[in-house]
């Protein structure tokens, strides 16, 4: 069994993970910039260490750095989080040569999935339903071309990286033309690689993703789906489980395909398999995750399984000691993301926090690593904690996150606190008619 792990991320997700290493007598070792230095996560952890100034790429992309302050602190295992290094091949392979155990699975499946290209071709391969588009690379006269014969509108996408960089809707020749080379430079910019490809945009979806766990015996599993439909500018606003929209029918036969899709990759660890599903309960393969999501609390709250036990287990060489049949989905859970931010231009709100107050409740969770006096600093991605309730319906577990919300006290700073309050009350959320242009349709600042 793992002994000491290092947990190369920050925030919210490095407490989450120190809490489950906590639990299970696990020594914890923390990484952080200078401006993280009096963070929670830094003083939770057994060991921590500065990796350099707060700009990521001095600090939590140095990769040498933290494999050379691993091998220091003898750790067994490296815990990548989400975001960061969680999905580079190349750190994986640096942690492999250092003798240090990856929670994660293997850097060759990793590589596959990161080029959107590449996963989609594998899984045409292995009979999972795709997006109509194109299975190879574009130029942009090829993408005239081939937009001509799948027809408008489409969805132009950047076949590395993710949170909706590189991604464009287009509903003309016109407006392919004027995306296109600025897409491909973003990507370039951000990824690395400018590689662009276009599916079939399907207007009225949902975005339904189901979380397949994977062990070295051979062993994989599903834990039910989770509807991460309300979405700003391709970004999760909303998550929930189970989804409000599918069938009993649906959802069993998209279990079945994610198991046999990872099968398929030989998967290890957690990933989660991305799916669009149109107003006839079609679902086609949109992407897979191969790391921890954000969303991943709304699972075990539904699941009453540990995914971070689970994957530390995992990579110890344990067998998963689950069958599908004895996972059973109880109750409803709902999660929404705080961000430091204003609710009605979505700038970014650095500064101090002056007061900070959680909400109470048996059935309310709280992922953060902020507190009174914490200073968010404009480094990092804007979200700053998580909130999650359950209730044994999903009329119950609604009214959990009204009641919650409206206690959650954060000054200093302006949170999208309002804006949430306003989507979890709205009459279509409640009749679980959201999809993935809800915010577009419905939240009325966004359209001011």
């Known amino acids: 069994m793992i002994q000491k792990v290092l947990i190369a991320n920050r925030g919210e997700i490095a407490v989450r993970i120190m809490r489950t290493c906590q639990k299970m007598k696990i020594k914890t070792v923390a990484v952080y910039s200078e401006a993280d230095a009096g963070s929670l996560f830094v003083t939770l952890a057994d060991e921590s260490y500065l990796l350099g100034p707060p700009k990521v790429t001095d600090s939590y992309l140095k990769a040498d750095k933290i494999i050379d302050i691993a091998k220091s602190a003898a750790v067994d295992a490296i815990h990548p989080g989400y975001g960061f290094l969680s999905e580079n091949a190349d750190f994986v392979h640096q942690c492999e040569q250092a003798g240090i155990i990856f929670i994660g699975p293997r850097a060759e499946v990793m590589k596959q999935m990161g080029d959107k290209i590449e996963a989609r071709q594998i899984m045409e391969k292995a009979g999972v339903p795709v997006i109509p588009g194109t299975s190879d690379a574009v130029s942009e006269a090829t993408a005239k071309q081939t937009a001509a014969s799948i027809g408008y509108p489409l969805m132009l996408k ?54 397949v766990m994977a062990d070295h015996h051979g062993n994989v599993l599903h834990l039910f789906e989770r509807d991460c439909s309300i979405q700003r500018r391709n970004q999760k606003v909303v998550e929930e489980a189970p989804s409000p929209f599918i069938s009993e029918e649906t959802r069993e036969k998209m279990g079945r395909t994610a198991v046999k899709a990872a099968k398929e990759l030989s998967y290890t660890n957690a990933g989660t398999i991305e799916f669009l599903v149109d107003e006839e309960e079609n679902f086609y393969f949109l992407e897979m995750n191969t790391r921890i999501q954000v969303e991943h609390a709304v699972t075990e709250e ?10 530390i287990k995992i990579a110890s060489g344990e067998a998963l000691g689950l069958s599908q049949e004895a996972l059973k989905m109880h109750g409803h859970a709902i999660e929404v993301r705080i961000y430091a931010e204003d609710p009605v231009k979505f700038f970014p709100s650095p500064g101090t926090i002056t007061t900070y107050q959680e909400p109470e409740g048996k059935r309310v969770r709280i992922e953060s690593s902020i507190e009174q006096g914490t200073e968010i600093t404009p480094f990092y991605d804007p979200m700053i904690s998580k909130l999650i309730v359950w209730g044994s319906t999903r009329e119950e577990a609604i009214q959990h996150m009204l009641e919650a919300l409206r206690q959650y006290k954060i000054e200093g700073i302006k949170t999208n606190l309002p804006m949430l309050e306003e989507v979890i009350q709205h009459e279509q959320f409640k009749q679980g008619n959201a999809t993935t242009k809800f915010i577009e349709h419905y939240y009325v600042p966004l359209v001011k």
């Open 302 to 311: 539904v699941s009453n399984q540990d995914i971070v036990e689970m994957q």
């Open 158 to 211: 950047a076949s590395a990286g993710g949170g909706g960089i590189g991604m464009q809707v287009v509903h003309s020749e016109k407006e392919l033309e004027k995306s296109f080379a600025g897409n491909s430079r973003r990507a370039e910019q951000f990824f690395g690689v400018g590689t662009m490809f276009l599916e079939k945009y399907i207007e009225t979806s949902r975005h339904i993703e189901i979380q």
